[in-house]
């Protein structure tokens, strides 16, 4: 109800000034205890127990400044980033823009970033309580951007839950190219090799794929110790949309990425056999999409671009949503009803 009150003085702003005014108050706020979910919605993913599969998805939390106050409002699991190996600008603004009249967003923000130095120090000092993942990328410039990878895990990888590789991102040019056969490879080798930690390390792909991407994908997931894949980041697609701002270029997300979104991670489930874990991402607005997104093989579910819309309380209201949606199916934890439609 407060959001609602306060969602017009924030949509008055530019999304990317309005972005920062919320970082910049969440900052400041009074730290909430975590919440005391349904024990039926906790689950044990690579390794980790998930108090909720509702989480945020990185893009939010650039920066690592306010993990702690977003699992006090209702996440299950935060991810922050992505974070660079060197501070970087990102592209020139406006590079941010809500697409109101389909409650989506398209961004060309370009991983920028403080640098994981900065981050590294800000969740050194804090209490490891909840899960906090650590989104990877390389630098725009970089003259080696699998070393950056390598090197991301080493630094990161002991004040993180989880480590996620994203190639994914359509906004750094050539970026999505490690997806590619060999490069892929070579890439999850350096990381694997970069593994001292122990720390899961899950992989973030986009929804832009052609047939046989996902088997192969897969293929070299599992034969370098992926613990994970994320499905999926923004789209480069443009589904017919009705905002002025449906040409800008870079990534599109929220509710016109849901059925593609849906589809990709429906195509993995198949790749994966129901053998690696997968989190579902792109167009989740309410119970019903996480469930559906579940029942089709997801162990976990992120959202970020609903929540410009309904506010920060939708976590907790997607887990309430959920638990009365695993009552109906009389199933006794959520871990049962993961691919439960999936075939």
């Given at each position: 109800?407060?959001?609602?009150?306060?969602?017009?003085?924030?949509?008055?702003?530019?999304?990317?000034?309005?972005?920062?005014?919320?970082?910049?108050?969440?900052?400041?706020?009074?730290?909430?205890?975590?919440?005391?979910?349904?024990?039926?919605?906790?689950?044990?993913?690579?390794?980790?127990?998930?108090?909720?599969?509702?989480?945020?998805?990185?893009?939010?939390?650039?920066?690592?400044?306010?993990?702690?106050?977003?699992?006090?409002?209702?996440f299950g699991f935060v991810e922050?980033?992505?974070?660079?190996?060197?501070?970087?600008?990102?592209?020139?603004?406006?590079?941010?823009?809500?697409?109101?009249?389909?409650?989506?967003?398209?961004?060309?923000?370009?991983?920028?970033?403080?640098?994981?130095?900065?981050?590294?120090?800000?969740?050194?000092?804090?209490?490891?309580?909840?899960?906090?993942?650590?989104?990877?990328?390389?630098?725009?410039?970089?003259?080696?951007?699998?070393?950056?990878?390598?090197?991301?895990?080493?630094?990161?990888?002991?004040?993180?839950?989880?480590?996620?590789?994203?190639?994914?991102?359509?906004?750094?040019?050539?970026?999505?190219?490690?997806?590619?056969?060999?490069?892929?490879?070579?890439?999850?080798?350096?990381?694997?090799?970069?593994?001292?930690?122990?720390?899961?390390?899950?992989?973030?792909?986009?929804?832009?794929?052609?047939?046989?991407?996902?088997?192969?994908?897969?293929?070299?997931?599992?034969?370098?110790?992926?613990?994970?894949?994320?499905?999926?980041?923004?789209?480069?697609?443009?589904?017919?949309?009705?905002?002025?701002?449906?040409?800008?270029?870079?990534?599109?997300?929220?509710?016109?990425?849901?059925?593609?979104?849906?589809?990709?991670?429906?195509?993995?489930?198949?790749?994966?056999?129901?053998?690696?874990?997968?989190?579902?991402?792109?167009?989740?607005?309410?119970g019903h999409d996480a469930w559906?997104?579940?029942?089709?093989?997801?162990?976990?579910?992120?959202?970020?671009?609903?929540?410009?819309?309904?506010?920060?309380?939708?976590?907790?209201?997607?887990?309430?949503?959920?638990?009365?949606?695993?009552?109906?199916?009389?199933?006794?934890?959520?871990?049962?009803?993961?691919?439960?439609?999936?075939?």
């Amino acid at each position: 109800m407060l959001y609602k009150l306060l969602r017009p003085f924030a949509f008055a702003l530019d999304a990317e000034t309005a972005h920062r005014a919320t970082i910049c108050a969440l900052s400041l706020a009074p730290r909430l205890p975590l919440p005391a979910f349904a024990p039926e919605l906790a689950s044990e993913v690579a390794g980790l127990r998930f108090p909720s599969p509702v989480g945020l998805a990185a893009g939010f939390d650039k920066d690592a400044e306010v993990p702690d106050a977003m699992l006090g409002l209702g996440f299950g699991f935060v991810e922050v980033g992505t974070l660079t190996p060197e501070p970087q600008l990102g592209n020139p603004r406006p590079r941010l823009f809500r697409l109101k009249e389909d409650r989506a967003v398209i961004n060309r923000m370009g991983f920028n970033n403080q640098g994981q130095a900065a981050a590294l120090d800000r969740l050194s000092k804090r209490d490891r309580r909840g899960v906090v993942g650590v989104n990877i990328g390389a630098n725009k410039d970089s003259a080696d951007r699998i070393a950056d990878y390598a090197d991301s895990v080493r630094l990161m990888g002991p004040v993180a839950d989880y480590l996620t590789v994203n190639v994914s991102s359509p906004n750094t040019p050539g970026l999505r190219n490690l997806q590619a056969g060999g490069e892929l490879v070579e890439l999850l080798a350096a990381v694997r090799d970069a593994r001292t930690s122990g720390v899961p390390v899950f992989l973030k792909v986009a929804p832009d794929l052609e047939t046989g991407d996902h088997e192969r994908i897969v293929r070299a997931a599992v034969d370098h110790g992926i613990d994970a894949l994320i499905v999926s980041n923004t789209t480069i697609s443009r589904p017919p949309l009705k905002s002025p701002y449906a040409n800008e270029t870079g990534g599109l997300s929220g509710r016109p990425l849901k059925a593609l979104a849906l589809e990709q991670l429906r195509k993995f489930r198949v790749a994966t056999g129901g053998q690696l874990p997968l989190i579902a991402a792109g167009g989740i607005e309410n119970g019903h999409d996480a469930w559906e997104r579940i029942t089709a093989g997801a162990s976990l579910v992120q959202l970020y671009s609903a929540m410009v819309y309904e506010g920060p309380g939708i976590a907790r209201r997607i887990a309430e949503e959920l638990k009365v949606l695993l009552g109906v199916s009389q199933m006794i934890n959520i871990s049962e009803a993961v691919g439960s439609d999936a075939g």
